[in-house]
């Protein structure tokens, strides 16, 4: 029969005709678990998204026709149909498990600097290149990594961007090459300076908390430094602390820092206190400027 023939051919004629027997035939249940075969990882071995929402899509399609008796009118061999049916639903259920990555593959993290802001790429999917572009730029390669991708045996690329300290609100646009060496994007993430600065401060609070303050014996006094969290003060509203306190019940007063970007450390800010020799460790708790408190941390000298 011409199907079966149509089974034997080499792969790119294979899924051409099974593509033109499915528009010819939309009934028939048995070209859709094929054309699934032929996006799947069992074909192809290493996947890209793309094959994995065409494999998606072929699953859908041969269990809506199976539901419409597509297959059973065409498929005598009752046990072949259950073992369709079966290896169907399993990889479907699999492939639903990441619809999230499928539908969302790329997203980007901030970190700030003194000369401004990285932009970390994060990508479902092994990519050969990976481009970036403002709302008033051109697309740019992020370059090559210098390493080998274990997954596709390819130059990785870089991950990571660069943007100045200045840099106006922007839109920016991720696009990248996978597997196959489609171009897929552009996907767009809204930039806003104080926000990223915001909570990119707070990510690397919330990773230092053991280095929130510390404890110097100086020419006879116990001071107790807050150093690091006046870098980080654009993320913090207050400031409570408790000597020899469990409870927090003082409040740091310092220099707020409304700008984007991390903040500076000059002549009027206050980096220490001097408190009693007797003091033993110190809590202190955070509110952040989005009104959510830290847990309270404690130090010891």
Not at 54 to 69: I, K, N, S, V, Y
Not at 228 to 239: A, F, Q, V, W
Request: hydrophobic fraction near 35%.
């Amino acid at each position: 029969p011409a199907y079966v023939r149509l089974l034997l051919l080499p792969p790119a004629q294979r899924l051409a005709g099974l593509e033109q027997y499915a528009q010819a035939h939309p009934e028939f249940a048995p070209v859709y678990y094929h054309l699934s075969l032929e996006y799947s990882a069992l074909r192809l071995g290493t996947q890209s998204l793309a094959d994995m929402r065409a494999e998606r899509e072929q699953l859908q399609a041969f269990l809506a026709a199976d539901e419409a008796g597509g297959l059973l009118r065409h498929l005598i061999d009752q046990s072949l149909a259950r073992q369709w049916r079966e290896d169907a639903a399993a990889r479907l259920a699999a492939l639903e498990a990441r619809q999230p990555l499928l539908d969302n593959p790329v997203s980007v993290s901030w970190m700030v600097n003194n000369a401004g802001y990285t932009g970390t790429i994060t990508i479902a999917e092994p990519a050969r290149e990976v481009l970036w572009s403002t709302r008033d730029s051109e697309p740019t390669s992020t370059g090559e990594s210098g390493r080998t991708d274990p997954r596709t045996g390819q130059p990785a690329p870089k991950l990571f961007f660069s943007l100045p300290r200045n840099q106006r609100d922007t839109t920016v646009e991720i696009s990248y090459r996978d597997v196959r060496g489609e171009l897929r994007g552009p996907f767009t993430f809204p930039f806003e300076g104080k926000r990223e600065s915001a909570d990119a401060n707070r990510r690397i609070l919330e990773s230092t908390a053991n280095s929130w303050v510390s404890f110097r014996d100086y020419d006879g006094q116990r001071l107790l430094y807050f150093s690091h969290l006046m870098t980080y003060r654009g993320s913090i509203k207050t400031i409570r602390y408790g000597l020899n306190s469990e409870v927090p019940n003082k409040s740091y007063r310092f220099p707020p820092w409304r700008k984007a970007g991390l903040a500076p450390i000059d002549a009027n800010t206050p980096l220490y206190i001097k408190v009693p020799k007797s003091t033993r460790y110190v809590t202190v708790q955070l509110t952040y400027k989005d009104g959510e408190q830290s847990a309270v941390q404690r130090f010891d000298r």
